[in-house]
Each structure stands twice: as structure tokens, then as C-alpha cells.
């Protein structure tokens, strides 16, 4: 399969981690005695090289007959996915707390860097269409002062907003009303994002929303033992679907993080999805992404015939990647009324010691701020998606 999904080689045993950026390669004869090195330059030569892989695995696109199945089925793909690997493919992203501390606020910079170091894989989540049957929805009082426990199966083909709707109608009575830091993980997968966020920041009035597309994933995350529907809910959610809600009203998140979500998305659906989280935020919220950049080895091991559309591929499992750079990610961030904070490329040499193997990763890392007043002295609207 073209496009592998570990992200991050692991640090030595005992070793802290350190934010990207902190490690150079300032002698070639070194490039083994770690496993990564940071902001790597790239020759014209190996620019050029990337520039003419991606020319040559995009010259043949995929019919669109397979596009339609690869788009209707999407939720198939990845249900697949996660019925096969469960929650052992991806490991527990600790790494977080380094790069994005506004996950954890307030915690101490020690008790972060004590977190295991080698516990750095990501991969990319993706979702796109329609949910899985039998998905269960739970509502608890400890949750929200306003809401009686409840446990129901939907009917297989219900729509998941049919089942939020009536969390709408009251601004005061959703998952979490009562927390005072809300955080929602968009395209959460079994939860290696949520449990590390739920197991490092012990404030009481945290609470975090986590949502895949995939219902096999969200059974997987809320049958954990780290499963906690006091501090947490996990709902199935399709990012796309305009015509599903989000089970909490608009100005009333925190932190919303994509972690390899967004390059799974269709491209052209990209900006409205962004435009309804954006929405979400209060008044200096932060979106918080890392995903893949234009040329990373990801891309240029894709052979020809998988290529969908302009740096968008399709792997051998029928998941979907997007290869970003930064204008594009600052396009869609700042078109849905957020301010940069940071958009940062990480080039990245991957080293395997053991078989003598480099490995050039790309991926870009990005903090908007939504915020905090117009000019006109009231808080500036999102978009319309």
C-alpha cells in the first residue's frame, strides 16, 4: 500500500521529547547516530526530483467510476480499516503536548516531558459520508447539569443530526455545558489523541468532544476502559455533511484539533468544513492541524493509477490522502475568518539505522486563532458554509 501512515520515528529509550525544530543535521556523516533530524534543507537536485515523481504518478488519474465508489463508500473503507488493525495500528500521539500546549494549559512543562517518548506515531483520519449502523449514543448527567442518563441504539440509517437535534434547542443543555474548556479531536480514530489529552490535563472543568467518521472507530473508543463519558462523548460524524450538527451550539469550543484529518477530505469540500468548525470556537479559539505537506515520501512512493485529482491519491485500502502546502492551509484557515498564530513546514530526515535508510517527510503544522472582536466591536461571523 503507496502512502505509509507512521508519521514519527520513535526517540531513543529515555530520551525527552523535544519540539520539532531542535535537532540539525550539521554533519552528513551523523545522519545515522539519531532517528530524525529537523528542518532539513533540500538541494535544487532533490527538489526537482520530487517535482518530477509527483509529474510522473499523476499522469494517470483514476476513472471516475472508481472516484464515485471511492467518495459514496468512503465510510466503508475506513470502517474496514479499523475492523482489521482495531485500535493496534496507531499509537498513543504524547507528542501533542510539545508541539501543542494549549491542549493541556496550565500543566507542568516537566510532567509533559516525562509523558513516554516513544509514543509518537500519527497517521491520517479521514471521513467523508454517511454513518454506520447500530451507533450508540450516550448522554450523562455527569456531563451536563441538564441532561438525564440515557443509552440508545439508533435505527441502522438514521441520520446523526436527527439525533442531536434536540440538542440544539436549548444553548444550555448539551454533552459538557457545565465544563469550562471544551476541546473537540475531529477525526478522532480509537482515540490516540483523546486518551493522552484525558489522561495529562486533570483540569475538573475540562471536557472533550472526539468524532470519526467511521462508526467501527467510535465503538472502539467508547468501549476503552479509558473511556470516561463524565469528561468525554464520542459521536459518529461526517465532516462534509452540511446537513448534520454538531452536538454543541456555535461559540462554545476551545480547541479544535485535526490531526491527518483534513488531507482525507475531497478538496473541494474542504472550505465549508472548516467554515462550520470555525463556528464552533469562541472568540479566541484555536484550530490546531498537522498534517501531510506537498512532496513528503508519502506522496512520491504513490505509483501511477492512483492519483485522484491534483496531489490528491488514493491508497490500496481505498482511504484518501491530500499533500498541503502552506498558502493552501492559510486559504482555507483564514477564508472561514481565523487569524495565523503559526503555519510551520517540518521537513523531517527519518533515519532506519538498522537497514541504513533515510526518509524525507514533509508535513505542516498550523494554530489559527478565531477572533476575539470585529472593527465593528462584536465577534466577526464565520463564513456561510
Known amino acids: 500500500m503507496a502512502g505509509p501512515y507512521t508519521e514519527c520515528a520513535p ?13 540539525f ?20 537536485e532533490q527538489a526537482a526530483a520530487a517535482e518530477r515523481k509527483v509529474r510522473e504518478n499523476s499522469t494517470q488519474r483514476v476513472c471516475q467510476e472508481k472516484q464515485v465508489d471511492y467518495e459514496i463508500n468512503a465510510h466503508k473503507y475506513w ?45 491520517p483520519e479521514r471521513r467523508t459520508s454517511e454513518d454506520g449502523p447500530g451507533l450508540k449514543i450516550e448522554q450523562h448527567k455527569c456531563s451536563s ?25 436549548c444553548a444550555d443543555e448539551f454533552p459538557g455545558s457545565s465544563a469550562t474548556y471544551r476541546i473537540l479531536e475531529v477525526g478522532c480514530g480509537v482515540g490516540n489523541t483523546v486518551f493522552p489529552i484525558l489522561q495529562t490535563n486533570n483540569d475538573p472543568g475540562l471536557f472533550v468532544y472526539c468524532c470519526d467518521f467511521s462508526s467501527t472507530a467510535i465503538e472502539l473508543v467508547q468501549t476503552n476502559s479509558a473511556y470516561d463519558p463524565c469528561r468525554c462523548f464520542a459521536f459518529v460524524h461526517d ?86 502546502t502552506q498558502d493552501e492551509l492559510d486559504t482555507l484557515f483564514t477564508t472561514a475568518g481565523l487569524e495565523k498564530v503559526q503555519n510551520l513546514v517540518d521537513r523531517r530526515l527519518q533515519v532506519n539505522r538498522g537497514k541504513q535508510l533515510t526518509m524525507y517527510r514533509v508535513w505542516i503544522q498550523c494554530k489559527y486563532r478565531k477572533p476575539l472582536l470585529s472593527s465593528a466591536g462584536s465577534v466577526a461571523p464565520a463564513p456561510d458554509a
Open 239 to 324: 465532516l462534509c455533511d452540511e446537513d448534520q450538527s454538531y452536538p454543541v451550539p456555535t461559540s462554545s469550543l476551545d480547541i479544535i484539533i485535526l490531526i491527518f484529518v483534513l488531507s482525507a477530505v475531497v478538496p473541494d469540500k474542504m472550505q465549508k468544513a472548516i467554515n462550520r468548525l470555525s463556528r464552533l470556537l469562541k472568540p479566541g479559539g484555536m484550530m490546531l492541524l498537522r498534517d501531510y505537506g506537498r512532496h513528503d515520501m508519502a506522496q512520491l512512493r504513490f505509483k501511477k493509477g492512483q492519483c485522484l485529482s491534483e496531489n490528491f491519491y488514493v491508497r490500496g485500502d481505498g482511504t484518501r490522502v491530500y499533500f498541503f
Open 145 to 169: 447539569n441538564s441532561l438525564e442518563r440515557e443509552t440508545q441504539t439508533a435505527p441502522v440509517g438514521e441520520n446523526v443530526t436527527q439525533k442531536f437535534s434536540h440538542l440544539e434547542i
Open 79 to 123: 470502517n474496514d480499516f479499523y475492523k482489521i488493525h482495531e485500535n493496534g495500528f496507531f499509537k498513543d500521539r504524547h507528542w501533542l503536548f510539545t508541539e501543542f500546549p494549549e491542549l493541556a494549559p496550565g500543566q507542568s512543562q516537566d510532567h509533559l516531558e516525562d509523558l513516554p517518548s516513544d509514543k509518537r506515531s500519527e497517521a
Open 25 to 44: 543535521l550539521s554533519d552528513p556523516a551523523r545522519v545515522f547516530h539519531h532517528n530524525a533530524w529537523d528542518n532539513v534543507e533540500w538541494s535544487e
Open 11 to 23: 526517540a531513543a529509550v529515555g530520551q525527552k521529547r523535544q519540539q520539532f525544530g531542535s535537532r
